[in-house]
Nanobody, 123 residues
Framework: QVQLVESGGGLVQAGDSLGLSCVAS????????MGWFRQVPGKERDFVAR???????YYSDSVRDRFIIARDNSKNALFLQMNGLEPEDTAVYYC?????????????????WGQGTQVTVSS
């Protein structure tokens, strides 16, 4: 059974930094693209960032230059370092793996999901 478990969410102030982690189990994701999405209640889930198995990264315009995605293949782990957080970054953040459509930023194209972790940024 494949599981992705996120951790690291919380309440921070605008301008602060926060790091999220995601640990995968049930299969190896060593050669699989992984990514982060986020969702605000009542809105669609949005792409944040992805990283290929060889470390190629891609970010949404809203987080580029503030967020850093990284992975540790030896630990089946994915990370998201969020800097310069803004109230608009408030959302539930989801770890995802294995886009069935290469380079897709559409949630339905991703095979595996975590349960999400809440990030709240106060102004």
């Amino acid at each position: 059974q494949v599981q992705l478990v996120e951790s690291g969410g919380g309440l921070v102030q605008a301008g602060d930094s926060l790091g999220l982690s995601c640990v995968a189990s049930g299969r190896t994701f060593r050669e699989v693209t992984m990514g982060w999405f986020r969702q605000v209640p009542g809105k669609e889930r949005d792409f944040v960032a992805r990283i290929s198995w060889i470390g190629e990264t891609y970010y949404s315009d809203s987080v580029r230059d503030r967020f850093i995605i990284a992975r540790d293949n030896s630990k089946n782990a994915l990370f998201l370092q969020m800097n310069g957080l803004e109230p608009e970054d408030t959302a539930v953040y989801y770890c995802a793996a294995l886009p069935t459509v290469p380079f897709s930023r559409i949630p339905r194209d991703w095979a595996y999901w975590g349960q999400g972790t809440q990030v709240t940024v106060s102004s």
